[in-house]
């Protein structure tokens, strides 16, 4: 059997009753260790379940994915994921191919910063289209994501934004060279997707257009959602920019047509409540 384990949020106690047992069982145990973090280190998951964890990082579930599902047909075979299983497509590969080897498989989910986002006040079932802010370069800088908040913002619904994560990234000389060196890992902060999207306007502008989203468009930052020292800050996007919410992981919520209620619970968690009392793209209908 082949088990996809969500491991909540924070730390090691929250993954569930039902995936600890099932972790316990498995011969083989493999954490997923590039589509997020959690705020604990490998070493106290693998004193916490009593069982050694093998670090499956973007090369081996990509690549080498036949290698994850060996011997899962003669015994137990534990995939980790930190959040829920199914935050990242990567992971409905490994369950294809399972199913393609003939080996059965079994999911346990648990809370992501899909679902975990309400903490901040707005309601679930008002966000559209989740998006990913990737970290540009000199020479790449990509907009599509912002069409998708445009339209978004057209029907009403927040976006929530997930930041980049680049964890054993190699350089473009590096990668041609073939030689395997890894860069520093490294995680965007909402002031850093902030600026960008900050770019991507005054762009739209000189191109003649005047976006939905503005300046003065009510966001929401989140930083490492579930731990202890979970923060959220709440103000307009150009004050987005230069709010310090500490270290990864961040989000970032771009709101659209806002209930009374989400406004209130909003200035809980409010940079400056003059944002949202002098915020005119605001309706409250």
């Known amino acids: 059997m082949l088990y996809l384990v969500g491991l909540g949020l924070g730390d090691a106690k929250d993954i569930t009753v039902k995936g600890l047992e099932a972790v ?3 011969r083989r145990v493999y ?3 590039y589509t997020s973090v959690l705020t604990v280190g490998k070493e106290a998951l693998e004193e916490f379940y009593g069982k050694e964890l093998i670090l499956a990082d973007r090369e081996m579930v990509e690549q080498e994915a036949d290698s ?7 015994c137990d075979v534990a995939f980790l994921v930190v959040g829920d299983p199914f935050g990242a497509t990567t992971h409905s590969d490994l369950v294809l191919r399972a199913v393609r080897l003939g080996i059965p498989y079994k999911v346990i989910h648990n809370a992501s910063i899909m679902n975990a986002v309400g903490c901040c006040g707005l309601q679930l079932y008002n966000f559209g289209e ?10 790449w800088k990509p907009e599509s994501f912002f069409d998708k908040i445009e339209k978004n913002r057209q029907n009403g ?9 680049k964890v054993k990234e190699q350089s473009l000389e590096n990668l041609m060279k073939g030689r395997k060196i890894y860069e520093p890992p490294r995680y ?10 900050l770019g991507i306007i005054q762009n739209r502008r000189l191109q003649g257009e005047e976006p939905e989203t503005t300046e003065n468009t009510i966001c929401v930052g989140l930083a490492r959602v ?5 923060k959220i800050a709440s103000g307009t996007l150009q004050q987005m920019a230069t709010v310090e919410l500490g270290g990864p992981l961040h989000s970032l919520i771009v709101t659209g047509t806002m209930h009374p209620l989400e406004l209130e619970m909003l200035k809980l968690f409010s940079v400056d409540s003059s944002s949202f009392e002098n915020n005119v793209c605001q309706r409250t209908t």
Do not use: Y
């Open 24 to 26: 316990k069982r498995c």
């Open 31 to 33: 954490l997923e260790a």
């Open 68 to 74: 994850l599902l060996k011997e899962a047909d003669v």
């Open 130 to 139: 989740t998006i990913s802010i990737v970290f540009w370069t000199d020479t």
């Open 157 to 165: 619904m927040h976006t929530l934004c997930l930041l980049d994560i």
């Open 188 to 197: 965007m902060s909402v002031n850093q997707a902030a600026e960008q999207l």
């Open 226 to 230: 579930g731990a202890p020292d979970e």
